[in-house]
């Protein structure tokens, strides 16, 4: 079955530091792979997604993720951290015409 | 073209209640999918419904739940006889078609809380 694991629940990052949030896949077929973004009291918005066009996937608000099959990953980065950036993210895979989502990341980010 | 509709955006319900949330797609859009958000759970998919049609109900519990997606009007989620643990957010999702390469658009959520 195909599934994500989100390594850590919270991460802290400076205002202007790198961000990386990680994702890691299970899938038996060459997957199709999403990151969310949930800001408080509101909806998922998709960030980005992997369909097997190219392994550096460019999104929304300066993120980007990078597919590397060897590793089974698919984590989140973005160069500098804005303040806005706070918000609860969500890597999730396409499964039998549905998605299958992560436990997600809360992403805080210090002044 | 307004997003994807639900309401409403809280419920309270008594214990034993019934709980009806009402998702309404993106325009053009005949496949809606619920989720159910309980805190640091992530979200967990419950039901597929196309048109007048369950696709995929993998992740609905046997008893209480039920789900209806009619030829006109929105999505009905359905939870007869609510207990406290049902108390969670709401979400749906709908998208154009399926597919690999289908994006699906998500509502703001409803919040049932059971009192």
């Known amino acids: 079955a195909q599934s994500v694991t989100q390594l850590g629940s919270h991460v802290s990052v400076s205002e202007g530091a790198l961000v990386l949030l990680r994702c890691n896949y299970s899938s038996s077929v060459p997957p199709y792979l999403f990151w969310y973004v949930q800001y408080p009291n509101q909806g998922l918005q998709l960030l980005l997604k992997y369909t097997s066009a190219a392994t550096l996937v460019k999104g929304i608000n300066g993120f980007e993720a990078e597919f590397k099959k060897s590793e089974t990953s698919f984590h989140l980065t973005k160069p500098s951290a804005h303040m806005s950036d706070a918000a609860e993210y969500f890597c999730?895979?396409?499964?039998?015409?549905?998605?299958?989502f992560g436990k997600g990341t809360r992403l805080h980010i210090l002044p | 073209n307004a997003g994807v509709m639900q309401n409403p955006r809280h419920l309270v319900r008594r214990r034993g209640q019934e709980a009806r949330l009402r998702c309404s797609p993106m325009?053009?859009?005949?496949?809606v999918y619920w989720y159910r958000q309980l805190p640091e759970e992530g979200l967990k998919f419950m039901v597929y419904l196309q048109k007048e049609n369950i696709i995929d109900e993998s992740g609905m519990p046997k008893e209480r739940f039920s789900a209806e997606f009619p030829k006109e009007g929105p999505s009905i989620l359905r939870i007869q006889q609510v207990v406290r643990g049902d108390s969670a957010a709401y979400f749906c999702a709908s998208s154009p078609r399926t597919g690999l390469n289908t994006e699906a658009f998500f509502g703001q959520g409803t919040r049932l809380t059971v009192v």
């Open positions: 999730a895979v396409m499964a039998d015409d549905k998605i299958i």
């Open positions: 325009k053009g859009h005949s496949h």
